[in-house]
């Protein structure tokens, strides 16, 4: 395949001035949405526990009011609440602990989709498989997010909500603040990516024929003092 210089800086073509103008673009896409990422799952909390209802009597401070994204991986939420029995006939101790061990897999894809991008900067050429492996960084971060919320929202403290106590579960900031940079960025991606591919062939098959057009052209030149060929 031919290098960026040898298809684009000497190629005065529209497709060529396009491929150039819009590569940036594709680069920062995975560059920002990785980087989110992994700066969002270490220094900004990913679950948080709501008021607890009147049939829990226990403060608030008590439950896990912000945890981190490397607190939930590691299972190190956990509260123990005294909840009060719907009959009115007493109450007991619950204990219960939440752990989402598949949550690493988001900053490991952060990690991923900077190497793609840093890829791309290296070579400037956006090869067929850089694209698809782009795209489905995106896709596979929005899958693992997805499962973190369904996680975080109805299976968190299920012990805790199972014996009367309903304490709201829900993905704080940092849930909120990557899925957000995810579908930015992979709309970024998805709409220029195409485009790109595209300029690239149109570019490549344009520095082809102006080769090939100096050759001729040489080979003519070549020919015209001695006998036509």
Excluded at 192 to 203: E, G, I, M, Q, S
Aim: proline share 6%; glycine share 6%; aromatic share 12%.
């Amino acid at each position: 395949m031919p290098s960026y210089a040898e298809v684009i800086a000497s190629n005065p073509s529209y497709s060529a001035k396009r491929y150039a103008a819009r590569l940036p673009y594709v680069i920062l896409a995975p560059a920002i949405g990785g980087l989110a990422l992994i700066l969002f799952f270490f220094f900004v909390p990913w679950f948080s526990t709501g008021e607890p209802a009147t049939i829990v009597t226990a403060s608030k401070d008590r439950l896990p009011v912000n945890v981190s994204g490397p607190n939930v991986a590691a299972g190190s939420t956990s509260v123990s609440v005294y909840v009060v029995n719907n009959d009115g006939s007493g109450g007991r101790t619950v204990s219960d602990s939440y752990s989402f061990p598949l949550i690493w897999a988001i900053p490991l894809i952060g990690l991923v989709q900077v190497v793609l991008a840093l890829l791309l900067l290296k070579d400037r050429v956006l090869h067929r498989w850089l694209s698809l492996a782009i795209r489905f960084s995106f896709l596979v971060a929005l899958v693992f997010e997805l499962m973190y919320f369904a996680s975080a929202f109805f299976l968190a403290l299920v012990q805790v909500k199972s014996a009367g106590g309903q304490v709201a579960t829900f993905p704080a900031t940092g849930f909120w603040l990557s899925i957000l940079v995810t579908i930015i960025t992979a709309i970024v991606a998805l709409i220029v990516t195409p485009d790109l591919n595209w300029c690239w062939t149109l570019a490549s098959n344009d520095k082809a024929r102006a080769v090939r057009y100096g050759e001729l052209k040489t080979s003519n030149a070549v020919r015209m003092p001695g006998s036509p060929a």
